[in-house]
């Protein structure tokens, strides 16, 4: 929402910096430079709040900075406009406040502009293969079954094949909700989008609130996007449409506050966590009719906050209850029928709309009747069979029909039916799905932290585990983000920008699975949803040790008095994930002298400061550590070694206090670190010299970190360096001299480092260098030496820099060079 202030804000500064250029004589120069650095401004701004987008916490966090400086910028131009034109003195002092403020901005559209118009334009890029390659496949399966149609048709008198391009086309996302792709659109999405519509664009009486209902695995989200996605919907409400998912344990405060921003045009600036009486007397402006989906919503209580009846404003409530004292009228999702559930089922175990003619037809159609048509069953179950022999169906068929009787709820019979698909998995795929469990609901899991859990608790090599990552995905059992197979398949490919999803019924499968052997039994112990303090089960047999492999616990701010004490002697894996400004880390940490990975996610609005930082002493054997959106406080010189940790990932934090001036020597506090990834930690200026000292470092990442702008310069002593990624950091303009003596370096990634302008003239000392990427860089030229990297085998860069790279290519035979694709139009910025 920063966007759309900040847009609001760039156009009336425009107009009052012309009263000022007019009027007042002392600030005219530096309301005429003003006005053209917010001219520079307003088509991104433009841009970014019309995509519909929803932006990183980063990026949102850089635009709520600019929306607050043009707010004072605009207050600066009124004060200015209004001064008396004898007062010498006030127009001076306005004029010097105006060019500080100018100064700002300037430097702001320097270096944060570009790596947002960067990000777009990559995100417009995938977005755009991806719907090609979709439109493609579509095609040839629709060319395909052209074909066997005619070629039927030509045996026998059947009814003529009606699947046309246009329907075809109804299952490909052309802009939407959530960044998913939208499914193949059946009879009865079609016919409940048809009755959800009439009730949203009705115009008599008071049907402010629809509600769509239906158990967990029917397809409520699927329609709801669908509806979003409708061109009648987004043109009733001018596509003023927000998509919202509450879950079973939201941050209801700040949802209410970005509600409230979204509905009204009110911003709230500050560090305020609910919405400020003042803010409510305010009101809403007219922007118009308003649709706001709140969706996966199980609470009545929490529901009743987020609806605030304003005029114009309508909700569209998902959920798998009826809130009948709050919701005017709710289309209750039906099941599939028989046909429309055999047709999605074969998509997911044939690839095809119908039984083949080589599968058993009577033994299908028993394990579709089991999957009692529910679309996400059907999905699952399909992808399970698909490609396995006819004994394993039959030993499908028959599970099924034994979950029949586990219980009289509808919700536990699906579970059970797709428990069957999940006992049919290998061994390691099976704990991997199961661990999945161990994350929030409707949040994103990062892929590091995934790969790496897996590889630390199961043995599994690197490879291995995105490999059964892809086969979970391949059976519908989680979802990769777009593109995520294709770009971290590369075997120097970065998962720091990737990330997987799961449905909220998979994820209730996965600890319906987990919650079969008692509590103090259990291999992985899990909090199902985010509460305020630690389960009651858990106090009552906490005299008891727990058996638990992963501990998984979700909950607001902890004090010291919050926890009690519990013993993990078997534990691997912590996972704490907490919405709070202060966290005191639980005392039972020194309980866990297995704990190999420890992982702390901040989902609040704001960084967390963390509390008992001595319990880090007890983790011998932590070998992992993923930090995000954390305060993290310098090192004091007693810092205990962890002297197992190989990786160490710092996402979102805030480094400067910590890093800047520290005593600390870093190689003797983790003597053995290999990895160390830094993501997005925007207050970062500089990397500590002592960082250099740590020659175990096998692999350091620095990415999105916008105010880096320089390496120390000593970096060539990390003689152990094999991968060197600086990506998206605008402000670097060159690397170390020093970096030419990295003799193990084999990969170089500087993309997206737009003011890097030379390349230190000895890198062809990198005798071991196999592949650069530096696409979309302002190179000037490339080292001669770099002739003589013989061991160079792949560059991927723009097409002028290619032609820089066509000397070296004559003394590199087995050079590839790729161009990657590029987007230097920016007319995509005003439409």
């Known amino acids: ?55 990183p916490q980063a990026r949102q966090s850089q635009l709520s900075d600019l929306a607050e400086h043009l707010r004072l910028a605009l207050d600066l131009a009124r004060k200015a406009a209004a001064s008396p034109r004898w007062n010498v003195y006030r127009s001076m002092q ?71 391009v246009a329907e075809m086309m109804d299952g490909l996302e052309l802009g939407g909700v959530g960044g ?87 911003m709230v600036i500050g560090a305020y966590t609910q919405i400020p009486q003042w803010q409510m007397a305010l009101g809403a402006r ?42 005017n009228n709710t289309y209750e999702l039906e099941l599939l029928g028989e046909e429309e559930a055999l047709s999605l089922f074969c998509q997911a175990a044939f690839e095809q709309q119908s039984i083949p003619l080589t599968a058993d037809k009577k033994l299908v159609k028993q394990v579709v009747a089991e999957c009692k048509g529910l679309p996400l069953a059907l999905k699952v179950i399909g992808a399970s069979l698909r490609g396995q022999p006819p004994k394993i169906w039959a030993s499908a068929k028959n599970r099924l029909s034994r979950g029949e009787t586990i219980s009289d709820s509808h919700e536990n019979k699906l579970l059970e039916r797709m428990a069957a698909s999940i006992e049919c998995l290998s061994g390691k795929v099976r704990e991997c799905f199961l661990d999945l469990g161990s994350f929030p609901e409707d949040k994103k899991i990062p892929l590091d932290v995934l790969i790496n859990m897996w590889m630390e608790i199961h043995d599994l090599d690197e490879e291995d585990a995105f490999a059964i990552l892809v086969e979970l ?36 499968l996965a600890l319906h699975m987990n919650n079969r052997e008692s509590l103090n039994s259990r291999k992985r112990l899990i909090m199902p ?13 906490k005299d008891q040790h727990f058996e638990a492999q992963i501990v998984s ?73 993923w930090v995000e959106k954390i305060v993290l406080p310098p090192l004091p010189r007693t810092t205990v070694p962890l002297k197992n940790l190989r990786k160490v990932f710092l996402v979102q934090c805030e480094l400067n206090n910590s890093l800047k001036g520290s005593k600390v020597d ?71 001299q020093s970096i030419c003596q990295l003799k193990r370096l084999k990969y170089l990634d500087i993309s997206q480092c737009l003011n890097l302008r030379d390349l230190p003239e000895e890198l062809g000392n990198l005798k071991n260098l196999e592949k650069i990427d530096m696409r979309e860089c302002s190179l000037r030229n490339i080292p001669r030496s770099l002739s003589s990297l013989r061991s160079l085998g792949h560059v991927v860069c723009d097409e002028e820099m290619a032609l820089l790279w066509k000397e070296a290519e004559r003394h590199i035979p087995d050079l590839r060079i790729q161009i990657a694709e590029q987007c230097y139009n920016l007319d995509w910025l005003v439409e």
């Open 529 to 541: 949803r985010r509460e305020e303090g630690l389960p009651r089960d858990w106090e009552r047999n």
């Open 473 to 508: 995905s391949n059976k519908n059992l989680l979802t990769l983000v777009k593109d995520a197979q294709n770009r971290a398949g590369d075997i120097y490919s970065s998962y720091s920008e990737l990330s997987v999803t799961q449905h909220d019924v998979l994820r209730d």
């Open 94 to 164: 306005l004029a010097r406040r105006m060019e500080k403020l100018d100064r700002w901005i300037a430097r702001w559209l320097e270096r944060q502009m570009p790596a947002h118009v960067l990000a777009d334009v990559h995100h417009l890029r995938v977005e755009s293969a991806i719907r090609l390659d979709r439109i493609e496949r579509h095609l040839q399966d629709g060319a395909a079954a052209a074909t066997a149609a005619a070629a039927a048709a030509a045996m026998t008198m059947m009814k003529p094949v009606t699947v046309g």
């Open 1 to 55: 929402m920063d966007t759309f202030f900040a847009g609001e804000i760039a156009t009336e500064l425009v107009k009052e910096l012309i009263k000022v250029i007019r009027r007042t004589v002392m600030c005219r120069p530096t309301a005429e430079q003003l006005k053209r650095n917010v001219d520079a401004l307003l088509p991104i701004i433009q841009e970014i709040r019309h995509s519909g987008v929803e932006l």
């Open 286 to 327: 007219d922007k118009g009719p308003t649709l706001i989906v709140l969706d996966d919503v199980w609470s009545l209580s929490e529901l009743e906050q987020l609806i605030f009846g304003l005029p114009g404003c309508k909700t569209l409530v998902v959920s798998r209850f009826k809130f009948p004292t709050v919701i």
């Open 180 to 266: 998913e792709a939208a499914p193949p659109v059946g009879a009865a999405v079609r016919v409940g989008k048809e009755r959800v519509r009439e009730m949203l664009m009705a115009t008599g009486g008071r049907v402010e609130v629809v509600g769509i209902c239906g158990i967990g695995g029917s397809g409520k989200t699927t329609l709801a996007k669908e509806i979003c996605r409708d061109p009648r919907i987004r043109s009733y409400f001018s596509d003023r449409i927000f998509f919202e998912t509450v879950s079973q344990s939201p941050n209801l405060e700040s949802l209410k506050l970005k509600l409230w921003e979204q509905i009204t045009g009110n």
């Open 553 to 625: 616990i979700h909950t607001g701010e902890m004090s010291e008095t919050d926890w009690f004490q519990m013993h993990f002697p078997k534990a691997e894996v912590l996972i704490l994930n907490f919405s709070s400004g202060m966290y005191f880390l639980p005392p039972f940490m020194d309980t866990m002298p297995k704990l190999k990975s420890l992982v702390l996610i901040n989902y609040g609005n704001s960084s967390t400061v963390l509390q008992n930082l001595s319990s880090f002493t007890a983790l011998n054997n932590l070998r992992s550590l």
């Open 666 to 736: 870093l190689w003797m506090t983790f003597p053995r670190l290999s990895s160390l990834t830094i993501d997005h930690c925007i207050d970062l200026n500089e990397l500590p010299s002592s960082i250099c000292e740590v020659s175990t470092l096998e692999s350091v990442s620095i990415s999105n970190c916008h105010d880096l702008s320089e390496l120390p310069h000593e970096f060539g002593k990390l003689g152990s360096l094999q991968i060197l990624r600086i990506y998206a950091c605008p402000a670097l303009k060159k690397l170390p």
